[in-house]
C-alpha cells in the first residue's frame, strides 16, 4: 500500500461545471422522478441522501467558499488512493473475454456502444437508447422471444426515466468529485489511463450509468415477472444492469466507491418510486452476484477491516438486506458509526 499523499485536502479540485445541456434538465432546485410517491418532500430526501453520501463516501463542495464540506473530507485523499489500487486490478476485464448466452464478446465492445450518442431508428424515425436498445438485447437474444425482448426494452427505458429522473445529475452538483483523469498525475498514478467517453462530462460521483441502469433494471424485472419470462431471462437481465454500471469503472471513467454511492442511492430510493419493495431486493442480489467492481471492494474490506471502504461498504449491506431501510435509518447508523 503506498505512504499516505503529501497534500492537503484543500488542494482537491472540484470538477466544475457539467455540459450546460445537461445543467438546463435540472429545474429549479431539482425535481423528484415521475414515480415518487413518498410523503417526505423530494428535496428534503435528496439532501439527506447527499448527506449521508458525506458521512461515509465524499464531501460536498460549497462554491460559495470554495472548500469541501463534511466527514468525508477527511478520508477524500485515502478513498482515492485505494480507488486508484482497484482500477489498477480491474483495468484487464474490460478486454477480457465476456460469454452472452448467444455469444462471445468483451465489456470494451459493450462499453464502446453505450456510450455511443442516442440514435435514429432508422424504421420507426424514435431516438433509440443505444445503452439499453443495442446491449439489453444482446444479453437477452435466444433466452425470450422478440416480443418478450421487446417488451422488456421498453420497461427498461421507461423506468429509467420516470425512476430515475434527473437524481444522478442533482447530486454530482453537490459532491464534483473530479474524475480520476483529473486527478491521476495530482496522485502519482502515472500509469492511469482511461478510455475515451462522450458522456463523461460531469463530476464522478454518483455514476450515472450505474444508477440509472439501476432503476431501469427494476423497472424491467417488474414487466419481466408479469409478462412470464424465463428465470434465465430475468438472470441476464440482472447481469446487464449490473455489468453497464460496472463497465464504466472498468474503462477508469469512474471510481469503483462511484458504484457505491450509486447502488446506496438506488436501494434508497427504489421502495419510493416502486409499488413495493421487491425492486430492491432483486437489485441488491443483483449486485451481489453479477458484480466484479463489488466483488473486488469486497475482498478490499476483508483484506483491511479498518480500511477506507468498511463504512460505506457496511452501511451498503445494511440498506441491502433490510429493502425496508429508510433514509432516516441509514442516516442514523452512519452517524453512529462515525461517532
Known sequence: MKPA???????????????????????GDGSAPKAW???????????????????????????ATHKWVGPAQKFMWDLTRVDFELLRDLRPTLKGPLELANEK?????????????????KVTGQRV????????????????????????VGGYVLGL????GNVDLEMKRFFQRPRAYQMAVLMGETWFTHQHAKSAVTPAMISGHCFEMAMGGIAAFY?????GCSSAAIDALARHTIDVGDRRVLAGVHYPSDNISSWITALLIAPLVCS??????????????HSSVYAAIKLK??????????????????IGRDSAFTIADALKRAQSATA
Not at 5 to 26: D, F, L, N
Not at 161 to 164: G, L
Not at 223 to 227: D, T, Y
Request: glycine share 4%; no cysteine; aromatic share 10%.
Open 105 to 121: 464478446t468483451t465489456h470494451y465492445e459493450m462499453f464502446r456502444l453505450e456510450d455511443e450518442e442516442d440514435a435514429e431508428d
Open 37 to 63: 410517491h413518498s410523503d417526505i418532500k423530494w428535496i428534503e430526501w435528496r439532501d439527506s441522501v447527499i448527506k449521508l453520501l458525506g458521512i461515509v463516501l465524499w464531501p460536498t463542495y460549497d462554491q
Open 223 to 227: 414487466r419481466a415477472r408479469e409478462i
Open 301 to 318: 474490506v476483508e483484506a483491511d477491516p479498518t480500511g477506507v471502504y468498511k463504512k460505506s461498504f457496511d452501511l451498503m449491506q445494511g
Open 129 to 152: 437508447d443505444r445503452s439499453v436498445d443495442v446491449t439489453l438485447r444482446r444479453y437477452l437474444t435466444s433466452l425470450a422471444d422478440k416480443r418478450r425482448v421487446d417488451d422488456l
Open 5 to 27: 499523499t503529501r497534500y492537503a485536502v484543500s488542494e482537491i479540485p472540484p470538477y466544475g461545471r457539467m455540459i450546460e445541456e445537461w445543467e438546463s434538465q435540472i429545474e
Open 276 to 289: 413495493n419493495q421487491d425492486g430492491a431486493t432483486w437489485l441488491w442480489k443483483a449486485v451481489q452476484k
Open 161 to 164: 426515466h420516470s425512476k430515475s
